[in-house]
């Protein structure tokens, strides 16, 4: 990396990335809190996670500007392992992640993103802009109107200041004044202090307490290897998501090297596992923060909060909060969509509702994400399979038949492939033209097989013309109509 590149990411944004870090880290508190109850384990598992992570990723990852910490998706993994076998096994298991993404890394399967389409990005952000709102509602039911009144306040506040003034991030503006206004006024609003104790001493570093033996991998490594796909799959498809909104380019292997990384200090610290926060993410570059110095003072900031600010961030009223990750709602969905839904193809938009119907009825973003990516798979290969065809024309002495193959011959066209040849016509000479064709897989030479021997037994003579190299290849290898012992009729061109 250059030094004009490395100075451009720590120090191009200086201001703007110390002001949105500092709301990065006031939201991260709450939400650190509530990851770790949803886990099963004590708050501070989740607050020295977080910042062990943002301040590694800061370094390590491939996105600047992308914040990284624990979060509710990881959390849910954990839930089963911790009940079952404590915090210990977590650790371990945590460590156990860190290890396998950056080995994911080094194979560079990060290069499996392109397999994601556009239709499921749309869906998997349209989810957890859903799930970011309905973690809100809690703090809507069985509440005071003060806290109806705070939160309309800070909606208010977020989104009319930056007609006046983009000096301050509005959310920041937003927290200190209702927290001013709660205080002033003794409100009896639900405080960051109702969410959990927060820590009053800095991590100390500790190795997980298990015994080194093939039963404690044996218990770990399921999870661990949940714990990584999740953490990278909602890494890699948030730093795109940051990519779009920033224009800018991300490294992928970089950045799956990174959460390892974390994770493994995380680890070693007491923290639990964690991977990137779209939400988080994008309070940040709403507010201003681009570079790799906004995620590393959310780290630093967060432990300073509740090491040193403890007694004021106990304060700070959720409805703050909650205006801010509601606005983070907002943003985050793809309004677009919903329009798009009428002049999109319709296979588009069934693969987008139903990665965020899968996302928002498991809270599972892999599960989400898996039915989307099968969904495009299935769908691409049904339309593939509609543009293959085969016609035919007999040649004027009437003895030989020449079929013209057009498309891609692979598992989805293999039966219409085999369905357009007329196998009892009493002809003396067949030739299959696949000029204009693919032959793609095992099922496709199946079908060419038999027709070839088919026709063979039938006493007529089959040449294949136009066969490309690849098909060539993959032919010769899988294909038995050529073999020896068998009678060698056949001509590539």
Known sequence: MSFARLRAEWFGNVRADILAGTVVALALIPEAIAFSIIAGVDPKVGLYASFCIAVIIAFAGGRPGMISAATGAMALVMVTLVKEHGLQYLLAATLLCGVLQILAGLLKLGVLMRFVSRSVMTGFVNALAILIFMAQLPELIGVTWFTYVMVAAGLAIIYLLPRVTTAVPSPLVAIVLLTAVAIGFGLDVR??????????????????????????????????????????????????????????????????????????????????????????????????????????????????????????????????????????????????SLADLRVHPRESSVVMLATVAVTVVTHDLAQGVLVGVLLSGIFFARKVARIFTVDSELSADGRTRTYRVTGQVFFGSAEAFGEAFDLREAIERVVIDVTRAHVWDLTAVAALDRIVLKFRREGAEVEILGMNAASATLVDRLATYDKPGREANLALH
């Open 191 to 336: 405080t960051v202090g109702d969410m959990g104790e927060l820590p009053a001493e800095l991590p100390a570093f500790l190795l997980p307490e298990v015994p080194l033996t093939f039963e404690t991998l044996r218990i770990i490594l399921p999870v661990s290897l949940t714990l990584a796909v999740v953490g990278l799959l909602e890494s890699l498809m948030t730093a795109q998501i940051v990519d779009e909104l920033t224009d800018t380019d991300s490294g992928k292997h970089r950045e799956s090297m990174g959460q390892g990384a974390a994770n493994i200090v995380a680890g070693l610290f007491g923290g639990m596992a964690g991977c990137a926060m779209i939400g988080q993410s994008v309070i940040n570059v709403k507010s201003g923060g681009r570079g790799r110095l906004s995620t590393l003072w959310a780290g630093l900031f967060l432990l300073f909060l509740i090491l040193v600010l403890a007694d004021l961030v106990r304060q700070i009223p959720m409805a703050a909060l909650v205006a801010v990750m509601i606005m983070v709602s907002i943003g985050t969905f793809s309004w677009k």
